[in-house]
Each structure stands twice: as structure tokens, then as C-alpha cells.
């Protein structure tokens, strides 16, 4: 297999990707070349870095060489093409690999190409796919340490933003009477079913659906994993859905943004606690 690596800017970076795709490549990737951190885009916006990397793979030289000569007559544009060999590898046992169970008090979460680390305990097979969530990501990892370590017996939640419905469904594997799982985006309410079914747990103590399904919930927990900006504007609509002294649990957020939360929600919630990670945070809040 060959790589095509060509530095160029986000303008210029569709076409290339057209052409790449149009000459044979099998797969293109993007990355920042200019140390550029897309930490928080607006809701609906797909930004990319101002100069970035494009990555083409290629089964074929002849794909290689057409893909080459198409690059420097057709795309108008300043760029920089590195042609790489790449050594054949097992794909597949490379990105398993970067998987591995994790545990969150009685709670292990472990991929499909992996034994259960605990048949007899409490435990959730979840694989990496479409929506964001395996655990992984600090931010993930801090709502399930905190989900893992309290007393969710009888309670209702509420999983905001429930992506992969990792939240949700740890949430129920530790006794919580009933969840609700809630997102913007189609391909998180198919992947957290899926997820449900995978796991063999009850559709019944579930709900899943857009925000209009919570409209009349009064929670005992709401616990979201989004970012900074929507948890602003999200912060009275959490206060309607919550029980008196309910528990808000709130992630996506930068360590240096703790401040700023804290003060937005200081007037209708009590901080108990802030949790951090690898620069990320976990807050736990009551409802006053």
C-alpha cells in the first residue's frame, strides 16, 4: 500500500479530497498541521484547521502516480505532495488493540472482540461506532466513575446528549428504575437501541427520543456530556427537569471552563464537587 501525504489549506481541501477519491484512493484522513484545536464548534458547524494534512491510501502505484499528476494540473492552490510507502499491517488488530475494558466501580465496560471481565458482576459490551462514547474519553470516563460510585437504586435519569448511550445504559445496569435517553442526532438514538439490544436489557426502562419526550419529567438525575456553550444555555431547562435537591451531572468541559459554569449555575444549583482528567472536568451539582 502507498500513502499520498499533501499539506495544503481548507479551501483547496473538498477538491483534493474529490480527486483522491476519483483516482482509486481507498481511504483520505485530515489532520491540523498547524497546531490549530478545534475544541467547541457551534452546534450543526463542521469546521476544519486553515492548514491541514490530507492522507491518501492507495492499493495501486498506478492509482498513485494519476492521483499525482491530476494534483499538481488540477488544484489551483499552494501545496506540498509526500509520497510514503506503507508497510502492510493487520488493520484491524491495531485498532482493537487501542480498545481495552475499563472499570467504574462495579461497573466493566469491554469491546465485542473481548472476553467479560466479570460474567458474574455488572458489566456492558459496547464497541466503538457512529456516535461518540466507549468510555474512553476523560470526559466519558469521569460521568461513569461518578455513575459507578452513587446510589442509583429507584432513581429516574435522564441521559442528556447520550451519544452511544454508554451513559444511559450504565445508568440502568446499576439500578436505576427508569432512563431516558435523549439526543439531537438520529444516528445516537439508533446506536444507543442497538446498544440496549446488544446488551439484552429491557427496552421497557428505557425512553429514547428528542428532548420534546422529557417534556413533562421531573428527574431524580440528569447527567450530560456535552460542552460549554449548549450546557449555558441548557442550565434552566435542567433546573425545570429536576426534582427538589436533584442531581445534575455535567461534563464536555475544560478544566479552564470550570469557573465560568460554575458561576452560570451558582444561582439555581449548589457545586458539590468538580472531578478532573486530562484537562477535561466533571461537575456534580444539587438543585436548589
Known amino acids: 500500500m502507498q500513502q499520498l501525504r499533501i499539506q495544503t489549506n481548507a479551501d483547496a481541501a ?7 477519491f476519483t483516482c482509486g484512493a481507498v481511504s483520505v484522513v485530515y489532520e491540523d498541521a498547524a497546531d490549530e484545536p478545534i ?18 491510501h492507495f492499493t495501486s502505484e498506478q492509482g498513485v502516480q494519476l ?3 491530476a494534483l499538481e494540473n488540477n488544484v489551483h492552490v499552494d501545496q506540498h505532495i509526500v509520497l510514503e510507502q506503507v508497510a502492510e499491517q493487520d488493520w484491524q488488530a491495531n485498532f482493537q488493540q487501542q480498545f481495552s475494558a475499563m472499570q467504574f ?3 466493566w465496560i469491554y469491546p465485542s472482540w473481548q472476553d467479560n471481565p466479570a460474567p458474574e458482576g455488572i458489566s456492558l459490551q459496547l464497541d466503538p461506532g457512529l456516535a461518540f462514547g466507549t468510555g474512553h474519553h476523560a470526559t466519558t470516563s469521569l460521568c461513569l466513575n461518578w455513575l459507578g460510585n452513587h446510589d442509583l437504586e429507584n432513581c429516574t435519569v435522564i441521559d442528556f446528549g447520550c451519544g452511544s448511550g454508554i451513559l444511559a445504559l450504565a445508568a440502568s445496569r446499576l439500578n436505576a428504575k427508569h432512563v431516558y ?3 439531537i442526532d438520529p444516528q445516537a438514538l439508533i446506536a444507543t437501541k442497538d446498544n440496549i439490544s446488544r446488551n439484552h436489557l429491557s427496552l421497557d426502562k428505557f425512553t429514547i427520543g428528542h428532548s420534546d419526550c422529557i417534556q413533562s419529567i421531573s428527574s431524580d438525575i440528569i447527567i450530560a456530556n456535552i460542552l460549554a456553550a449548549p450546557l449555558q444555555e441548557l442550565r434552566d431547562s435542567f433546573h425545570q427537569h429536576l426534582k427538589p435537591q436533584g442531581t ?4 464536555g468541559i475544560l478544566e479552564s471552563q470550570v469557573d465560568m459554569i460554575n458561576e452560570h449555575y451558582s444561582c439555581l444549583f449548589e457545586t458539590l464537587e468538580v472531578y478532573l482528567q486530562d484537562d477535561w472536568a466533571c461537575i456534580y451539582l444539587e438543585k436548589l
Open 67 to 69: 492521483a499525482t499528476k
Open 248 to 251: 445534575l451531572v455535567i461534563s
Open 105 to 107: 466501580g462495579p461497573l
Open 14 to 20: 473538498e477538491q483534493i479530497e474529490e480527486l483522491l
Open 181 to 183: 435517553a435523549v439526543d
Open 39 to 56: 475544541l467547541e464548534p457551534s452546534l450543526g458547524d463542521h469546521p476544519l484547521w486553515s492548514k491541514l494534512f490530507i492522507q491518501a
